[in-house]
Nanobody, 126 residues
Framework: QLPLVESGGGSVQTGGSLTLACVASGLTYNPYIMTWFRRTPKEEREAVAV????????DYAASVKDRFTIFRDHAKRTVYLQMNDLKPEDTALYYC???????????????????WGKGIQVTVSS
């Protein structure tokens, strides 16, 4: 069983919205940190947004700030990414990562995470 399973991807036009979900169905605990990454058609990887348990505030990549919102449902061990005002440059494979440790590298670092999902495609057409 995969540790993390994403859903909610699809194709939209510029200016449209999508909400992605990632559930930690293969884990037996609620991860401390859950993050959305994306990989563009040019194979560029970007850490998009992070959310934590507790009071620590979420954080975003500059490219999505004020357009994307990350939030968690801790009871469901799920992290969501609400994406508004989508642009063609948001086209990418979106995948989530999670880790139970409360310490480690910066949230944008791949090695910060133990668990990964397979990813889900988001395509934005102009």
């Amino acid at each position: 069983q995969l540790p993390l399973v994403e859903s909610g991807g699809g194709s939209v036009q510029t200016g449209g919205s999508l909400t992605l979900a990632c559930v930690a169905s293969g884990l037996t605990y609620n991860p401390y940190i859950m993050t959305w990454f994306r990989r563009t058609p040019k194979e560029e990887r970007e850490a998009v947004a992070v959310a934590y348990t507790g009071e620590r505030p979420s954080d975003y990549a500059a490219s999505v700030k004020d357009r994307f919102t990350i939030f968690r449902d801790h009871a469901k061990r799920t992290v969501y990414l609400q994406m508004n005002d989508l642009k063609p440059e948001d086209t990418a494979l979106y995948y989530c990562a999670a880790d139970g440790r409360t310490y480690g590298d910066h949230w944008s670092a791949v090695r910060r995470y133990t668990h990964w999902g397979k990813g889900i495609q988001v395509t934005v057409s102009s």
